[in-house]
């Protein structure tokens, strides 16, 4: 490139109690480039966009800012000039309304006194427009949905006009209208000289949008190299140091007994009449927007959200679920959407997340033992490639992913006979993917599994069937074999859905 690089990161060492999260880490980026930084859970992406937005401080190495050197001891230092960025996890006050987050600590005022509000929610209106999103600027964001307040989230750092953008797994919770959105925006920044910085593990995406990529591989640079000049594959072996060759290693088999049936469901959050099947050695899946109830249907049969009406059949006999605890008792666990909110104690250890839903079946006199569960608990590390440096590390300090792989061991270790899994993969790397697609078919070889997915090719390639949800309702139901993208994706837009659409699938064989 002729120009000379807004941001450097030279030599870069960081490091965490018994983790090297970044050794010798360089890398340029320029005005006006969208340069994608990827690689398997664990490799460090995070952590470096983490020192470039001065959340965490580099041990060692260098950082340049327009070729001059900088140290940032706060994200504040990095705003002040002009770096900015969206994390992994959302960082909003969920009690103070939109407009109250975006302008948090720098609302604008009246005569440097009194905030000045009608200006706060009109900026706040405007952002948001830009990125296409309509919602009334009141709201406390408690109360929008998980895709809603990412969007939120980038409107904010937006508001600080920033010359570098940093975006930490943007898209693992949006649609795919607000996916669109976004990448508009970031194509009029990139346009105006700002510089961007794009983690994702999505391949499809960073190849729409990417210039530049740089691949990670634990803690060390492996490559920078511009799109154009680089395949999936090549990047995928060199995230992972190796090929692979299936990402959806399925062996269908024949169904055997049932093991859940959902009757005329219906939920105050959202399902309708909602009719639906697992049985023995099926892995379904459930498709549908943000919004269209597809975790609503998950929750209430795991007995968190209170059934209105309809009846659920666990392995032939009929149940009311009341409560998770009923529920695991019962044979059912749950992979929740937002494993930091449901699915794990963050300030708890490896260990103990693994037993925490199972210490009745491991301590059937309620006499705990230590030393078995850190034997589980390395079991699992081991069998899901968590990477932690031990067992008795707090679950708050592993990657996303990692986290992910934890509550997997946690209900694989209750030995249930049915798996809900909601979001399975998301914020998951490839290499990580195949490794939980290959757990859940092993599973699912002498279990039931329920998948609710928004990747299309995960729910077509691990599914035996498919049903499809649109606006709180089955409107759809493929088999496997006759499944396809456009299929699907219609009915989850509510093309050509009819009122009777789920009568109708309900009596499809």
Not at 155 to 165: C, E, G, S
Not at 220 to 244: C, F, W, Y
Not at 285 to 304: H, K, Q, T
Not at 331 to 342: A, F, N, Q, S, Y
Request: with cysteine.
């Amino acid at each position: 490139m002729n120009q000379e690089p807004i941001l450097q990161a030279k030599g870069i060492f960081k490091g965490f109690p018994g983790v090297q999260a970044l050794e010798d880490v360089s890398c340029d980026i320029y005005p006006g480039e969208v340069h994608v930084l990827i690689g398997e859970n664990g490799a460090g992406k995070s952590t470096l966009s983490k020192i470039l937005m001065g959340a965490y401080s580099h041990d060692a190495g260098q950082l340049f800012l327009e070729g001059r050197p900088v140290r940032f001891q706060r994200p504040l230092d990095a705003l002040k000039e002009g770096i900015g960025g969206v994390h992994q996890e959302l960082m909003l006050v969920p009690w103070l309304n939109v407009a109250q987050n975006i302008f948090l600590n720098r609302e604008p005022r009246r005569a440097g006194l009194f905030i000045d509000h009608r200006r706060m929610h009109e900026e706040s209106r405007r952002i948001l427009a830009e990125l296409d999103v309509t919602i009334d600027t009141e709201t406390p964001v408690k109360y929008l949905s998980t895709a809603l307040q990412e969007m939120v989230e980038i409107a904010k750092i937006l508001a600080f006009n920033p010359r570098v953008l940093i975006l930490d797994e943007p898209t693992a919770v949006l649609t795919e209208r607000e996916v669109k959105s976004l990448f508009r925006r970031i194509q009029c920044l990139k346009e105006a000289g700002v510089a961007i910085i794009y983690i994702s593990h999505r391949l499809p995406e960073i190849r729409q949008i990417g210039d530049r990529i740089t691949i990670l591989r634990d803690g060390r640079h492996v490559k920078t190299v511009p799109m154009a000049e680089i395949t999936n594959d090549q990047i995928v072996q060199l995230m992972v140091g190796r090929s692979l060759t299936n990402l959806y290693p399925r062996r269908r088999r024949a169904p055997g007994e049932e093991a859940l049936r959902v009757e005329d469901l219906t939920v105050k959050s959202g399902p309708r009449s909602v009719d639906l099947e697992v049985y023995k050695g099926e892995i379904v899946g459930i498709a549908g927007l943000v919004g269209a109830g597809r975790s609503e249907v998950a929750r209430a049969v795991f007995g968190i959200d209170k059934i209105e009406k309809g009846q659920v059949y666990l392995f032939g006999e009929p149940v009311t679920p009341r409560s998770p605890f009923q529920m695991v008792r019962q044979g059912v666990g749950l992979i929740p959407e937002d494993r930091k909110l449901l699915g794990l104690a963050l300030k708890t250890t490896v260990a103990w997340n693994t037993v925490m839903a199972s210490l009745r079946k491991c301590f059937p006199k309620m006499v705990v033992n230590d030393q078995k569960i850190r034997g589980i608990a390395e079991h699992f590390v081991k069998e899901l490639r968590i990477a932690t440096p031990d067992v008795g590390r707090q679950v708050r300090f592993l990657s996303g992913g990692n986290q992910q792989k934890v509550v997997l061991a946690k209900w694989l270790n209750t030995e249930s006979k049915l798996l809900i899994f909601d979001e399975p993969t998301r914020g998951i790397d490839v290499g990580a993917k195949v490794e939980v697609h290959t757990l859940m078919d092993q599973y699912a070889q002498e279990n039931a599994v329920l998948m609710i997915s928004s990747d299309l090719p995960e729910v077509i390639g691990m599914s035996d069937r498919i049903y499809v949800m649109y606006q709180g309702r089955i409107v759809g139901h493929f088999r496997h074999e006759e499944a396809t993208q456009d299929k699907i994706a219609s009915l989850m837009l509510g093309v050509g859905v009819t009122n009777d659409a789920s009568k109708e699938c309900a009596n499809r064989s």
